[in-house]
């Protein structure tokens, strides 16, 4: 395994990735969408009702996402495909840990894809929301799936620490992690595609 990751990293990762500017570009964006769009939001109940909304549709689309886009070769999504791939075979069930942070270059989303999450996924899908929603519940909407996108990337690198670091053994983690680690078992491919949460995993049967 050891040599297989080192043979990749020479392979995969450009000379010049730097896990250190990746992390920090992910840092600044996520937390000053988090601010930006929170610091303009009237915290009602109905903010907190689509809040919650946003976070049921960003936990259904991503299992969807997961399992039939990622898991699939579908024409026009092999590179996200090819991605994830190469994601499973550098973090398998018995080895889920980096070794250092150059190696969150297969963990998180790449910087663009974070980009175009806020710069055209998320106001076109607040364009749609706001046929079906009024004008001062499109922002707790947005707020909801921004809230989403970090907590899906902060629980996704937490499950790929160390088994001895202190947030693998919050109680919630724990499970999850044991969860995530059957998904990078041979039953990849059909087990376990819910990474936060496994409603859906329960729901279809694809829960191990």
């Known amino acids: 395994m050891e040599r297989y990751r080192r043979a990749f990293r020479k392979k995969v990762i450009p000379w010049y990735y730097r896990g250190k500017i990746h992390v920090a570009i992910f840092s600044i964006i996520q937390i000053s ?41 579908l024409p026009g999504f092999g590179w996200a495909y090819k991605m994830h791939h190469w994601h499973h075979t550098f973090y398998q069930s018995h080895r889920m840990e980096y070794d250092g942070l150059d190696d969150v270059y297969m963990l998180l989303m790449p910087p663009w894809i974070q980009i175009f999450y806020f710069m055209v996924y998320l106001p076109g899908l607040a364009l749609v929301a706001g046929l079906f929603l009024p004008p001062h519940l499109i922002l707790p909407f947005a707020f909801g799936l921004t809230l989403w996108y970090g907590i899906y990337e902060l629980v996704h690198w937490i499950e790929h620490l160390p088994l001895n670091h202190w947030a693998i053994k919050l109680p919630f983690m724990k499970s999850a992690r044991k969860g995530h680690a059957i998904h990078h078992s041979r039953l990849k491919d059909v087990a376990n595609f819910g990474i936060v949460e496994p409603s859906w995993d329960y729901i279809f049967k694809t829960k191990v």
Request: no cysteine; glycine share 4%.
């Open 33 to 73: 969408a988090i601010f930006f769009i929170g610091s303009r939001l009237s915290w009602e109940i109905s903010t907190l009702l689509v809040i919650f909304f946003a976070l049921g549709y960003a936990t259904t689309f991503t299992y969807f996402l997961h399992r039939f886009l990622l898991h699939r070769k």
